[in-house]
T-cell receptor, first 115, second 115 residues
Framework: NAGVTQTPKFRVLKTGQSMTLLCAQD?????MYWYRQDPGMGLRLIHY???????AKGEVPDGYNVSRLKKQNFLLGLESAAPSQTSVYFC??????????????FGPGTRLTVT | DQQVKQNSPSLSVQEGRISILNCDYT??????FLWYKKYPAEGPTFLIS?????DKNEDGRFTVFLNKSAKHLSLHIVPSQPGDSAVYFC??????????????FGKGTHLIIQP
């Protein structure tokens, strides 16, 4: 049981390049989330999904797109990377009826640098 | 406007003493509160939570207190151990009901346990 895994762990992009971050979970969770963490800022929600084929915007969605084609996978895309997107990206998953309620399981993070 | 606030960026406590981490929130719609612990280069891990219908929840060395009228919660760690050195995030849920729409995090408090 690997829990939540993220690919890649590190990446350096040039401004304007595109990339996709992959999140996978093997806990059969319904809900999946993408957060970013910047120094001194805590974690902020980018996009989330409450089920296969559905996505919704979080607090800071601009410049990102997401897709949830399979229940176990949640992809985060950057179409044209900008230096402001330099951050650590965390994926998380959870399920309704989880005990304790609302607990989310996090992946190890992807450190992205945009130059 | 920050809805979950952790006003102490860092806290230093002697090993064996009590660590008290504080968190304030502004949104009265929050109905569930969680504490996460994060080590460097790892994802956050769940520590303890409390529902808004309770004022205390205890799990081993960790106790969370909730004061709804003051919109304040605190995490007590007794006794503090070296392995407790980490960043602690306060998070809240229930803003839009159901918890599916993600957690709102504070900026975190870096707890340092001195030998």
């Amino acid at each position: 049981n690997a829990g939540v895994t993220q690919t890649p762990k590190f990446r350096v992009l040039k401004t304007g390049q595109s990339m996709t971050l992959l999140c996978a979970q093997d806990m059969n969770h319904e809900y999946m989330y993408w957060y970013r963490q910047d120094p001194g800022m805590g974690l902020r929600l980018i996009h989330y999904s409450v089920g296969e084929g559905t996505t919704a915007k979080g607090e800071v969605p601009d410049g990102y797109n997401v897709s949830r084609l399979k229940k176990q996978n949640f992809l985060l895309g950057l179409e044209s990377a900008a230096p402001s997107q330099t951050s650590v990206y965390f994926c998380a998953s959870s399920s309704p009826g989880t005990v304790p309620a609302y607990e989310q399981y996090f992946g190890p993070g992807t450190r992205l640098t945009v130059t | 406007d920050q809805q979950v606030k952790q006003n102490s960026p860092s806290l230093s406590v002697q090993e064996g003493r009590i660590s008290i981490l504080n968190c304030d929130y502004t949104n009265s719609m929050f109905d569930y509160f969680l504490w996460y612990k994060k080590y460097p280069a790892e994802g956050p891990t769940f520590l303890i939570s409390i529902s808004s219908i309770k004022d205390k929840n205890e799990d081993g060395r960790f106790t969370v207190f909730l004061n709804k009228s003051a919109k304040h919660l605190s995490l007590h760690i007794v006794p503090s151990q070296p392995g407790d050195s980490a960043v602690y995030f306060c998070a809240a849920s229930g803003y839009s009901g159901g918890g599916a729409d993600g957690l709102t995090f504070g900026k975190g408090t870096h707890l340092i346990i001195q030998p």
